[in-house]
Protein backbone atom coordinates (compact mmCIF):
# COMPACT_ATOMS: atom_id res chain seq x y z
CA UNK A 1 0.00 0.00 0.00
CA UNK A 2 2.75 2.32 1.13
CA UNK A 3 4.59 1.74 -3.05
CA UNK A 4 0.92 2.54 -4.37
CA UNK A 5 0.44 5.70 -2.63
CA UNK A 6 4.23 6.80 -3.17
CA UNK A 7 5.62 7.22 0.07
CA UNK A 8 7.81 4.81 2.59
CA UNK A 9 6.32 1.88 4.87
CA UNK A 10 7.89 4.05 8.13
CA UNK A 11 5.90 7.11 6.63
CA UNK A 12 2.57 4.67 6.70
CA UNK A 13 3.20 3.21 10.00
CA UNK A 14 4.17 6.61 11.33
CA UNK A 15 0.20 7.35 10.69
CA UNK A 16 -1.12 4.06 11.10
CA UNK A 17 0.54 1.78 13.39
CA UNK A 18 -1.71 -0.94 12.15
CA UNK A 19 -3.50 -2.39 9.55
CA UNK A 20 -6.26 -2.54 11.13
CA UNK A 21 -6.44 1.60 11.74
CA UNK A 22 -5.52 2.23 8.19
CA UNK A 23 -8.50 0.07 7.11
CA UNK A 24 -10.94 1.75 9.89
CA UNK A 25 -9.50 5.13 7.93
CA UNK A 26 -9.99 4.25 4.37
CA UNK A 27 -13.34 2.83 5.71
CA UNK A 28 -14.56 5.50 7.36
CA UNK A 29 -13.79 7.77 4.35
CA UNK A 30 -15.69 5.55 2.02
CA UNK A 31 -18.61 5.90 4.34
CA UNK A 32 -18.21 9.81 4.69
CA UNK A 33 -18.59 10.10 0.94
CA UNK A 34 -20.89 8.07 0.38
CA UNK A 35 -23.10 9.79 3.13
CA UNK A 36 -22.65 13.28 1.61
CA UNK A 37 -23.51 11.54 -1.83
CA UNK A 38 -26.46 10.26 -0.16
CA UNK A 39 -27.59 13.31 1.43
CA UNK A 40 -27.29 15.49 -1.99
CA UNK A 41 -29.40 13.10 -3.67
CA UNK A 42 -31.99 13.49 -1.04
CA UNK A 43 -32.22 17.13 -1.51
CA UNK A 44 -31.91 16.96 -5.11
CA UNK A 45 -35.33 17.46 -6.68
CA UNK A 46 -35.16 14.28 -9.52
CA UNK A 47 -32.85 12.02 -7.09
CA UNK A 48 -32.99 9.19 -10.00
CA UNK A 49 -31.91 11.30 -12.36
CA UNK A 50 -29.12 12.75 -10.65
CA UNK A 51 -27.92 8.91 -9.40
CA UNK A 52 -27.51 7.44 -13.14
CA UNK A 53 -25.26 10.77 -13.72
Known amino acids: MARRA ?3 IATLY ?3 PTREALLETLLR ?3 D ?3 V ?3 DLIA ?3 PGQD ?3
Do not use: E, K, N
Open 6 to 8: GVG
Open 14 to 16: RHF
Open 29 to 31: QGF
Open 33 to 35: TLR
Open 37 to 39: RAA
Open 44 to 46: SPD
Open 51 to 53: LVV
